[in-house]
């Protein structure tokens, strides 16, 4: 047989075999071995990083504190404003009411301490509060007055309170005060909704 057959059909031979082990390669995931898959990762699945503090809702958890010491005098001014009526217990009164006024006037010293800038409408609602405390304080001062008018000569009759200038303004500074915690109460309680604190109504501060 001619020497080029026989190197003509060696060469087939050879790229035939090599065609068998190029598909059984393929087979095998590329000539890898069977056991050499990719690891699967360690660390905890579903773990995220947790969002940074919301700087609103950590002002209004502070505000919120403050919003619930607003109240605290509130029965003790309703009580003595009833015994000036009436003309009971005057001198009593006269000193729960000053003693409110002194409250309400911190208040809005603690509310100028506070940071507010990132609650929603704090310029509004900052005002309403502001003017909401100092009207009860004037309110509450006029009232202990009044009380000390009562306790004077002819300051009753009949058992009832005679009215005086200082009833006239502490009359007027109330409905102030009224007016600016409807607005303050408004301003407010969205911002209490959203973050899961106490909603209040205009009577709770």
């Known amino acids: 047989m001619p020497t080029g057959v026989l190197v003509g059909g060696g060469l087939a031979g050879v790229a035939a075999i090599g065609l068998v082990v190029g598909l059984l390669m393929a087979d095998s995931g590329g000539g890898k071995p069977a056991g050499d898959k990719p690891q699967a990762s360690t660390e905890p699945a579903g773990e995220k990083a947790s969002p940074p503090p919301d700087p609103a809702e950590e002002q209004a ?42 409250q309400r006037t911190g208040l809005v010293r603690r509310l100028d301490e506070l940071k507010t800038d990132k609650i929603p409408d704090s310029g509004r609602l900052n005002a309403a509060l502001k003017s909401a405390w100092k009207a009860s304080a004037s309110a509450d001062n006029h009232y202990a007055a009044w009380a000390d008018q009562v306790a004077g000569k002819k300051g009753c009759h009949k058992g009832k309170a005679r009215h005086t200038r200082h009833t006239v303004l502490g009359n007027r500074a109330s409905g102030t005060a009224t007016t600016a915690k409807k607005q303050a109460a408004e301003l407010w309680n969205p911002t209490a909704r959203k973050y899961g604190l106490t909603e209040r109504q205009f009577g709770q501060l």
């Open 61 to 102: 958890k502070k505000l919120d504190a403050l919003l619930a010491d607003s109240n605290n005098s509130r029965s003790a001014v309703v009580r003595s404003v009833e015994n000036i009526r009436t003309c009971k217990a005057l001198d009593k009164a006269a000193t729960d009411l000053r003693t409110a006024a002194e």
